[in-house]
């Protein structure tokens, strides 16, 4: 309750800054309103310079990004100013304080903290997945939602020396006009790295740099007619931005051994597959199948899109290879950085039969390389220096870990749930009996845990009996001095549920 | 001709490596199989260095990308290797040299070199536009289409100290999913940049960034339905995007005063301006019609995008300010570093009214920003730290510089013409007499010069009389040591095709 920090101007104001975040309005216009009448007060003074947005959302329970998104309004509105290196501070002269107005607290105010932002807390993960991008609703403490890596597991300082010494090497028209297909030394580099640890064969102009796996998608959305097969299990944002490219899509089961080609629906050009990890039940897909994938797509011309998410991170038994290799004429493989590295990058690539490769280049625009080359040329130099299987491995133990913590303590604590799909990936399916997952969902953001139900994966006209009920687990983003609470948390919503 | 170049493993070949550039195929194959063949017959010994692909692509007259293409081709089969730092090799083992081959010199070779890619000159301005990216066909020596920087004016170190900056100091979220309106910094930062250097009036909440102005054309054609108008001449690039999606554009004349606003066909929901600096006939928008403009958007509604695309680069008087400044509720302003940086960061903006924020990012994807953060965070630092103004002025002297050349080259010898629209950005109007300006085109062409005529720019349905013949001659492009020859060239094809 360090109240003098406000007067006394040379000083960072720590985790102790008084706000008083009510009234009407959007959770950022609460908090410019509150900002802005602390400085109109007077109890934060010109020069006073502010908590990192950072520790400031961390201790009212917002997201970064509506406190950075206030700051910024602040500073536009001329009462902060942000300098590189000075941070975000109360702007002088730009403010007078009101008559009377004094470093004084007011009756019935609150101080910050994850208690103070509890009145937000207790969405669901319904508004979870409909809220804000990232997926995260902002007052939920623990997030369990599958898909994404610990933002703060990315290696900085040798994606920084990568950098360097791309940039350094780079010849002068790395920063004219690019080539649509991506940097050469990223494709060579690609064909190279995936050959060797995920079995494709390829060269490197038949591959296709974009912008991530959905930027993939939609490419090849524009180049492969519809109808495309789907597995009855996969990510609705897939299948809803083929839609809205006008591709429509056809759920095949999935059952223990992936998709049963037997049932592919006719007059399908494409089926997408995720055969090293179904996504997200978590099986393979067998040997069996895999031949007869292959033979339905030699027989009917059809194509395989093959989803590599996470090829890279298994953990019990040796990594199963692409599809892609064995008919590489037929199958589109899509890959990226975003499981690996980060989804900030921007970095996703295709491998494509040699036909293909022209089409997608004239759906991705000749002129519009999308993804920075200087980005494309420091992955090459990370993938060609091998530091990219450094990190890959640093993170596959990192993982594991985590899998292991989640495996161990569901056994412990709630041994009626069984953990399946944990072979590979960065999530697993907590399977619950009968019945009780949209309980479990809703228990766990009671409980402030955002994760997601595998309900929410089936494709809306999946025929049949829907697989076991379950939760689709997420272990890999939490930061790590969460997770043990975030699983606390989890194994208490899963009682809760199951008891009720 | 140091033919014992080849069989001296440790030294780095240079300019001299001999190849036989003959037979059927692209330039590629026909590279590939020379190259395979000079290995083949031992006249490439393993572990020979070759020479960096810009060099040997300059000495064959070729692109660098088929250079580095036919290297990384090479590199999958296996007969070269490459590794950072080293270059790339002969590889060792994997291939035995054929009986009887050595290091003679087969009969009827040439020796690689500018002349050796002469076979391949002579491409027209026509081919110069519908080829290879980049705009600019492999073997012509000098590069005067306009809309790009010189590439070796990248600012390499100031860029790196920027990234290395940036990303010490991100926050770890930085590294998760991203808010696809862009990181809150640069959108702050561009906020104030853009306040303080064109006079924009905004606020970082309403700035979306995106891949670049095409990029920004795209998700504006999906979020304001046509028709457009558009000026009378502009990219038909831009045209072509907005037709393929779904926007009809209309001419609107473009006199020396640019567009008047009495003529602008009803019906229409947006104009698509260049203010500034109109694209390519070079003047600024006039007061008074710069007043019109606003009323007919105020009066029907409409919608003014204006593409602020070298509003930085003004050289004789004061920066026209933006329109957007004028009426910020009725005007998208779309801008990049594409100019003023390098076309390969991949990085623009739109500046929205408010109620279209929401409507471009749903457009844009929720989930893919697109831009990588880290590109983000860099160039927010380098526009906050100073390194972006103190890059611009450094850019503007030097293409001033360029400009002066060429209006002095051109009054010394070819006093006929007049050049018009220099005031302002990266290119200029070469007005020539009635009638002239294909056989100006392409006696640039058999001159080796790539440069655009103005009537490749006039809208396929402009009623009326077109503008005086021209040339839109991009002087910023070829590097330093070449600009004087690409004068010199110019001047004499313009010599040729007047006295024709």
New interface residues.
């Given amino acids: 309750m360090t109240a003098g920090g406000w007067s006394d101007a040379a000083e960072v104001l720590g985790a102790d800054l008084h706000l008083e975040l009510t009234g009407a309005g959007s959770r950022r216009a609460v908090l410019i309103r509150a900002l802005r009448e602390a400085v109109r007060s007077g109890r934060l003074e010109p020069g006073t310079r502010l908590p990192?947005?950072?520790s400031l959302a961390a201790d009212l329970g917002l997201a970064?990004?509506t406190v950075?998104?206030a700051y910024?309004?602040l500073?536009?509105e001329g009462w902060l100013t942000?300098?590189?290196g000075s941070g975000t501070r109360v702007a002088h002269g730009a403010v007078a304080p009101e008559p009377g107005a004094g470093a004084g607290i007011g009756a019935g105010s609150a101080w910050a903290g994850v208690g103070a932002g509890s009145a937000w807390a207790g969405v669901g993960a319904g508004a979870a997945r409909a809220g804000v991008?990232?997926?995260l609703p902002e007052a939920v403490p623990y997030d369990l939602v599958q898909g994404?890596p610990d933002?703060?597991?990315?290696p900085?300082a040798a994606?920084?020396a990568a950098?360097?010494?791309a940039?350094?090497a780079?010849?002068?028209?790395?920063?004219?006009?690019?080539?649509?297909r991506g940097r050469?030394?990223l494709?060579?580099a690609l064909?190279?790295y995936l050959a060797r640890v995920r079995g494709v064969r390829t060269?490197?102009?038949r591959i296709v740099v974009c912008?991530?796996a959905?930027?993939a998608l939609r490419l090849l959305a524009r180049t492969v007619p519809g109808p495309w097969a789907v597995e009855s299990y996969g990510l609705p944002?897939h299948r809803g931005?083929l839609a809205e490219a006008g591709v429509l899509t056809r759920p095949v089961a999935v059952d223990e051994g992936g998709v049963d080609v037997g049932r592919l629906p006719g007059g399908v050009g494409a089926v997408l597959l995720t055969p090293a990890h179904q996504f997200p039940t978590g099986g393979p897909l067998l040997p069996d199948r895999r031949a007869s994938v292959l033979d339905w797509a030699r027989e009917t011309g059809g194509l395989v899109v093959e989803d590599d998410y996470d090829g890279e991170f298994r953990y019990d038994r040796r990594p199963v290879g692409v599809l892609q290799g064995l008919a590489p004429d037929r199958t589109v493989l899509i890959g990226s950085v975003s499981k690996s590295l980060?989804?900030?990058?921007?970095?996703g690539w295709m491998v494509l039969p040699a036909p293909l490769v022209d089409e997608v280049v004239a759906a991705k625009?000749?002129?519009?390389?999308?993804?920075?080359?200087?980005?494309q040329l420091t992955l090459a130099?990370f993938l060609?220096?091998g530091a990219y299987d450094r990190h890959v491995r640093r993170m596959r133990r990192h993982h594991r870990g985590r899998r292991d913590r989640l495996v161990a303590v569901l056994a412990e604590r709630v041994p009626r749930v069984r953990v399946t799909g944990v072979a590979a990936g960065l999530h697993a399916v907590v399977e619950l009996p009968a019945g009780t997952e949209r309980a479990a969902v809703g228990a766990a953001a009671r409980h402030g845990v955002a994760v997601e139900g595998l309900g929410d994966y089936r494709h809306p006209e999946a025929g049949g009996a829907a697989r076991a009920d379950g939760l689709v687990v997420g272990y890999a983003t939490p930061?790590e001095r969460l997770y043990g609470a975030a699983l606390d948390a989890l194994c208490a919503a899963l009682r809760e549920a199951l008891d009720a």
Avoid: C, M
């Fill in positions: 990192p947005y950072r970064r990004n950075a998104d910024a309004e500073v536009a942000s300098r590189q991008p990232g997926g994404k933002p703060a597991a990315f900085r994606w920084l950098a360097r010494r940039l350094t780079a010849p002068h028209e790395a920063f004219g006009i690019g080539d649509p050469v030394e494709r060579h064909a190279g060269s490197p102009d912008s991530g959905a930027h944002f931005l980060s989804p900030a990058l921007r970095i625009g000749e002129r519009e390389p999308y993804s920075s080359a200087t980005e130099d060609v220096s930061p």
